[in-house]
């Protein structure tokens, strides 16, 4: 179960780059980390980035700023699956965001099986229920 949030500037993103961000951002995360896209959310968070400051100084006034976080359920991807998904997070940032500023963030973040899923179900439930079925 999945889930990517995408922090970029709203002024600057259109409809299409947006579409194709979460499109790229499911793919890699079906193709790089095994996950399902079908169940895999992918929400673009609109930023007001003269909120945000790196080291201290105000960002994104030369070039637009992102910070993508990507939660995995704990366990599920060695730590070289999770530094390709970083690396290619970013490569799919800088592609559609024409000109991303330094530094642009890429967190996976593992989160325990007892602690989400969806549908009512954590992932936890949908692994017991799936060794009780055979």
């Given amino acids: 179960m999945p889930v990517v ?3 970029a500037p709203a002024d ?3 409809q299409q780059q947006i579409a194709n ?3 790229r951002i499911t793919d890699l995360m079906a193709e790089g980390l095994g996950k399902k896209a079908s169940v895999t959310l992918v929400n673009v ?3 007001d980035v003269r909120l945000w400051s790196v080291g201290g100084l105000p960002c994104g006034q030369d070039a637009p700023v992102a910070y993508l976080e990507a939660f995995i359920t704990e366990g599920t991807n060695t730590p070289d699956e999770q530094a390709f998904f970083v690396q290619e997070a970013h490569r799919v940032l800088t592609e559609i965001i024409p000109n991303l500023a330094s530094p ?3 967190l996976v973040r593992e ?3 007892a602690s989400w ?10 692994r017991n229920a799936a060794v009780a079925a055979g």
């Fill in 111 to 113: 989160v325990p099986a």
């Fill in 5 to 7: 949030r995408l922090f």
């Fill in 45 to 47: 968070v609109p930023t």
């Fill in 117 to 126: 899923g969806y549908d009512g179900v954590t992932q936890e439930g949908r």
């Fill in 104 to 106: 642009a963030y890429v």
């Fill in 12 to 14: 600057t993103l259109s």
């Fill in 21 to 23: 961000l979460q499109q």
